[in-house]
């Protein structure tokens, strides 16, 4: 029962070093894309994790980095919270290219929450990164009812405010 726990702890923290290593250093999205980037920690994550995923992309281009960076994040800490708490069978992640916005959505087949009461630091971070890019997002959950998580972001450079910079 121990060496269970001390295996999860284990995962934990190497998933979270991961991810400061990553935030150190974004060279795989410089060099790659948002959607290598994102297919190559699915194919990871789905490795580790008893749950399948569909990536779906549409209209795929490049992003200014900062809010690449920012989306593929909050799919990390999305995807990190299915696998602490949501116990779901089936992941679909979309990213929609539009004319003046990309589209996030993430959903799961998980046991779900009440959305209206306090969460940790997954759910607080999410909304601090998309904030930071002049996004927004809905949080649709209930309990055995599944998550989904829909960040809708500008990409216009006037929207955002920093004028092709």
Not at 7 to 25: A, G, H, S, W
Not at 40 to 49: P, S
Request: charged share 25%; with cysteine.
């Amino acid at each position: 029962m121990h060496l269970a726990e001390a295996e999860n702890l284990v995962t934990d923290v190497i998933q979270e070093l991961t991810f400061l290593v990553q935030e150190i250093y974004p060279i795989a999205l410089q060099e790659k894309g948002l959607v290598t980037t994102l297919r190559e920690h699915i194919f990871e994550w789905e490795n580790r994790n008893d749950t399948n995923i569909q990536l779906i992309t549409r209209n795929v281009q490049r992003l200014p980095l900062d809010v690449e960076q920012a989306l593929y994040r909050i799919t990390q800490e999305a995807l990190a919270n299915v696998a602490r708490h949501s116990h779901a069978r089936r992941v679909d992640v979309s990213l929609a290219y539009n004319t003046d916005s990309v589209q996030l959505s993430i959903s799961d087949d998980g046991c779900g929450f009440v959305v209206n009461t306090k969460h940790g630091m997954g759910l607080r971070s999410i909304r601090e990164r998309v904030s930071s890019i002049r996004g927004t997002v809905q949080i649709q959950s209930a309990p055995r009812q599944g998550t989904r998580l829909l960040v809708q972001v500008p990409t216009k450079n006037g929207e955002r405010g920093n004028h092709g910079k």
